[in-house]
């Protein structure tokens, strides 16, 4: 029987060596890939099997401007009873990024969905950020402009004293001055606001404290840096 393999990838680059024996085990004999960047997924492909043909396997890029009927048409080679292994720019697939399509799409033809264990920026930031782990919202990318960011970062604010649910949201890394500025801004002095950067990286950078102590520290570092933002009480 065929399966959707979710593949776990590094979050951060030359990590390969720490990709679980079961990942490698389940990875190394298929063929079809869906993935968010074929040159991403060659290389993590390349680094767990160096003796693989690069060219004797198939990719279906779910970046921007993908078309999902041809996404469902490349799927179809799975009623034939072939694999097929899903794969994110970084991190678990389908979370935050397109690739739930594929796994909805297995679901609606009764196809088996296999997730594989690894790491998630999402969950290793919550982990280690000290809010309320029973009760979180993910919110993928809040609005990129000013006016409505405020607005939502005031919301956010709002359910976090009425529910006490930890808040969680991302962007572009060249944004993330803006972001933390806007926080700044927007949210209460007593706020908590968790920045989780360059995860898994030698330069690795977790902190947790209020609006107000934020306000006293220097930035600049965090541009570029992939991170995880998380508001909690």
């Known amino acids: ?21 079961d990942v490698i085990a389940a990875t190394l004999p298929l063929k079809h890939f869906v993935v968010e960047r074929v040159k991403t997924a060659r290389r993590f492909l390349k680094a767990i099997n160096p003796q693989v043909v ?3 396997l198939s990719f279906f890029e779910i970046d921007k401007g993908f078309s999902e009927a041809d996404l469902y048409s490349f799927l179809e080679i799975m009623k034939s009873g072939i694999s097929v292994g899903l794969m994110s720019e970084a991190g678990c697939p389908a979370v935050a990024d397109p690739g739930h399509l594929a796994v909805a799409w297995c679901h609606k033809n009764k196809i088996d969905v296999r997730p ?4 998630s920026s999402i969950m290793m ?17 809040l609005p990129n402009k000013k006016p409505e960011l405020i607005q939502r970062l005031k919301n956010l604010d709002n359910l976090i004293e009425k529910q006490g649910a930890t808040q969680i949201f991302i962007e572009t890394p060249y944004r993330n ?3 933390i500025e806007t926080c700044l801004e927007a949210l209460p002095p007593h706020r908590l606001l968790c920045v989780a950067a360059a995860l898994d990286q030698d330069n690795e950078f977790i902190k947790t404290q209020t609006i ?3 306000k006293k520290v220097d930035l600049a ?13």
């Open 177 to 179: 001055g803006f972001v």
């Open 116 to 119: 594989l264990i690894g790491p």
């Open 54 to 56: 690069i060219d004797d």
């Open 125 to 141: 930031a919550l982990m280690a950020s000290g809010f309320n782990g029973q009760q979180f919202t993910f919110h993928g990318y």
């Open 212 to 214: 107000a102590a934020w």
């Open 1 to 21: 029987m065929a399966q959707l393999i979710l593949i776990p990838t590094p979050i951060a680059e030359d990590r390969h060596q720490n990709t679980a024996p």
């Open 221 to 233: 570092f965090l541009h570029k840096q992939p991170a995880v933002f998380l508001l909690g009480r």
